[in-house]
């Protein structure tokens, strides 16, 4: 069925066994995998033997992590995209060394000089820019919209945002495009507008509980009324049921 479906349930074989009776229906051909997207690898076995219970055999299931998912679909937009992203945070981490060194004398920075006074074996500095680094990535994936007013310098005049919205235009200058949120909002945009082919998307796609899944396919569920997609939650905090309702448009 196309569409948005949302699955509940506070016990995990409940949910394998919905998942398994959607899988019974096929997909177009028989070379199109089934892709269901995975926290963790120890999901991916667990589905697949329980996939295998339920209909007998688990075959030509494709689990890959929500990132991999939603890159894949990235590389749709940009098919230049390099391999490796400038915004992987083992990468900002180095990048980030280098930028704070740079700026550590700026306005806005004192608290940071202060802290990385007599480093002189970098290792505070390396610390600290893992720790921005992290920071930065959960930003992309859940405060997208400070990350723009950031590039767009519209950010608070008070710490921490000062120096945070600095070292991000930082790392950002002629990459933008290239960021996780950027291309989610572009692939959004260009959905919208119909330049952007529907058909080069999985046929259908199941989500394990993934944040990612809520915030990005919930967007897409009015833009793509002809894909199937499936998220299933082991449980949902309270009160978040009409925040999910409200972002499938229900």
Same mark, same amino acid.
């Given at each position: 069925m196309?569409? !948005?479906?949302?699955?509940?349930?506070?016990?995990?074989?409940?949910?394998?066994?919905?998942?398994?009776?959607?899988?019974?229906?096929?997909?177009?051909?028989?070379?199109?995998?089934?892709?269901?997207?995975? @926290?963790?690898?120890?999901?991916?076995?667990?589905?697949?033997?329980?996939? $295998?219970?339920?209909?007998?055999?688990?075959?030509?299931?494709? +689990?890959?992590?929500?990132?991999?998912?939603?890159?894949?679909?990235?590389?749709?937009?940009?098919?230049?995209?390099?391999?490796?992203s400038?915004?992987?945070?083992?990468?900002?981490?180095?990048?980030?060394?280098?930028?704070?060194?740079?700026?550590?004398?700026?306005?806005?920075?004192?608290?940071?000089?202060?802290?990385?006074?007599?480093?002189?074996?970098?290792?505070? !500095?390396?610390?600290?820019?893992?720790?921005?680094?992290?920071?930065?990535? @959960?930003?992309?994936?859940?405060?997208?919209?400070?990350? +723009?007013?950031?590039?767009?310098?519209?950010?608070?005049?008070?710490?921490?945002h000062?120096? @945070? $919205?600095?070292?991000?235009?930082?790392?950002?200058?002629?990459?933008?495009?290239?960021?996780?949120?950027?291309?989610?909002?572009?692939? !959004?945009?260009?959905?919208?507008?119909?330049?952007?082919?529907?058909?080069? !998307?999985?046929?259908?796609?199941?989500?394990?509980?993934?944040?990612?899944?809520?915030?990005?396919?919930?967007?897409?569920? @009015?833009?793509?009324?002809?894909?199937?997609?499936?998220?299933?939650?082991?449980?949902?905090?309270?009160?978040?049921?009409?925040?999910?309702?409200?972002?499938?448009?229900?």
């Amino acid at each position: 069925m196309a569409g !948005l479906s949302v699955y509940t349930s506070n016990r995990l074989e409940i949910l394998a066994k919905q998942l398994a009776e959607i899988v019974q229906t096929p997909l177009p051909t028989p070379f199109t995998p089934e892709v269901i997207v995975v @926290q963790s690898r120890g999901m991916e076995r667990w589905i697949a033997m329980e996939l $295998a219970r339920f209909n007998g055999i688990s075959a030509n299931c494709a +689990f890959p992590f929500p990132n991999a998912f939603l890159e894949d679909i990235f590389k749709n937009l940009i098919p230049d995209m390099p391999e490796t992203s400038p915004f992987e945070p083992d990468i900002m981490t180095f990048r980030l060394m280098g930028i704070i060194a740079k700026c550590i004398n700026r306005k806005g920075f004192e608290d940071l000089n202060a802290y990385l006074a007599e480093d002189d074996s970098h290792l505070k !500095l390396y610390q600290l820019s893992g720790r921005i680094a992290d920071l930065f990535d @959960q930003y992309l994936v859940f405060r997208p919209q400070l990350l +723009f007013q950031w590039e767009r310098s519209k950010e608070k005049k008070a710490a921490p945002h000062n120096w @945070q $919205a600095q070292l991000w235009r930082e790392l950002a200058q002629g990459k933008a495009h290239l960021h996780r949120a950027r291309m989610r909002e572009n692939l !959004l945009e260009q959905i919208r507008s119909s330049h952007f082919d529907t058909a080069r !998307l999985p046929k259908r796609v199941h989500f394990s509980e993934s944040r990612i899944s809520l915030f990005f396919t919930c967007r897409l569920s @009015q833009s793509c009324p002809g894909w199937s997609r499936s998220i299933f939650f082991s449980s949902i905090p309270a009160g978040s049921t009409g925040r999910i309702l409200s972002l499938i448009g229900k």
